[in-house]
């Protein structure tokens, strides 16, 4: 069993920068792929960025890319996402999520990802 835990997350201005960290344990394995994803209230989970350990390839959501980074630290089995320019509407709660092979088919559905942590909310003030 693979345990995610997100870390980071908090209250910042508009135009601030915040770092998240989604640290792997239990089971955890140097394929596959780590996803962010966030969502709001009434709302779908919505896809923002993935990596894969092996060859740190990354794909972003458009509403994402250029302020976002995505990116792996493998000694230490975690994950951030760094996170610039942040706007009002990037307000969510963010959870990581992981799956233990590559693919590179359907990397934005919630249903590819078998592991997911408890989520960590990022609030964004105007």
């Known amino acids: 069993q693979v345990q995610l835990v997100e870390s980071g997350g908090g209250l910042v201005q508009a135009g601030g920068s915040l770092r998240l960290s989604c640290a792997a344990s239990?089971?955890?394995?140097?394929?596959?792929?780590v996803a962010w994803f966030r969502q709001t209230p009434g709302k779908e989970r919505e896809f923002v960025a993935v990596?894969?350990?092996?060859?740190?390839?990354?794909n972003y959501a458009d509403s994402v890319r250029g302020r976002f980074t995505i990116s792996t630290d493998n000694a230490k089995n975690t994950v951030y996402l760094q996170m610039n320019s942040l706007k009002p509407e990037d307000t969510a709660v963010y959870y990581c999520?992981?799956?233990?092979?590559?693919?590179?088919?359907?990397?934005?559905?919630?249903?590819?990802?078998?592991?997911w942590g408890q989520g960590t909310q990022v609030t964004v003030s105007s």
């Open positions: 990596i894969s350990w092996s060859s740190e390839s990354t």
């Open positions: 239990g089971r955890t394995f140097s394929t596959g792929q």
């Open positions: 999520a992981a799956r233990s092979t590559y693919t590179r088919e359907r990397i934005t559905a919630t249903n590819n990802y078998a592991y």
